[in-house]
Structure formats: C-alpha cells, structure tokens
Nanobody, 126 residues
Framework: QVQLVESGGGLVQAGGSLRVSCAAS????????MGWFRQASGKEREFVAT??????RTYYADSVKGRFTISRDNAKVYLQMYNLKPEDTAVYYC?????????????????????WGQGTQVTVSS
C-alpha cells in the first residue's frame, strides 16, 4: 500500500506561482509513474501532468502546458505552477502507479493509477 500526501497548496493571486509536492509515507516513489490531477468544485477530476519513474518522460494537459512543470526525485514529486489563472483553482491530487518495463505512452486517465493522495487546495484569486 502506498500512502500519498500532498502539500504546498494555498491562495495565490492570478499571475502568481505556487509549488505543490507529493510524498509517500515511509517509502520511495522511485519505481512509480506519478501523475497530478485536479478537481474543481462541481467538475470531474482532470489530468494535469505525468512523469515516468526516471523523470525522462513528462506529459501535460494542453491547459497547463508551458505554465506548469512536473519534476521528481526519489522522495517526492513536484508540480511547479507559474502564471496561475483563476480557472486553475481546484483540489490537486497526486497519483501513483507501478512503472511498467515498456513505455506505453503517458498515463492520463484516473483509472490508470492505483494510489491517490487526499489532495491539496489551490485557490487563484482574480
């Protein structure tokens, strides 16, 4: 069982920056593909970004491409967010799935991930 814990959310003005982090309780994340998703109030959870186990492959939703950067080390996964917009307001979740030997493309669906954190709120004021 992998327990994920997000941190770093908060309130920021439009145009500002914020970094959210995700760590696994008591274990390394080095063998997992990691993803960030978000869920705005009244909307479905949507894909934001994903990174494979060694950090060599990243993929982003069109809505955040060029503004958000996903990165990782053995202990944590990070989502650095720049030029935040009010529409980025959501609960941000990290997710993990054991990495496969062969890369089969970016994992962008919630069903592709086995483990989820509780989420951290990001609020962008206009």
């Amino acid at each position: 069982q992998v327990q994920l814990v997000e941190s770093g959310g908060g309130l920021v003005q439009a145009g500002g920056s914020l970094r959210v982090s995700c760590a696994a309780s008591g274990r390394t994340l080095s063998t997992y593909t990691m993803g960030w998703f978000r869920q705005a109030s009244g909307k479905e959870r949507e894909f934001v970004a994903t990174i494979n186990r060694n950090g060599g492959r990243t993929y982003y939703a069109d809505s955040v491409k060029g503004r958000f950067t996903i990165s990782r080390d053995n202990a944590k996964v990070y989502l650095q967010m720049y030029n935040l917009k009010p529409e980025d307001t959501a609960v941000y979740y990290c997710a993990a799935v054991p990495d496969s030997y062969y890369y089969a493309g970016p994992k962008t669906l919630t069903d592709e991930y086995n483990y989820w954190g509780q989420g951290t709120q990001v609020t962008v004021s206009s």
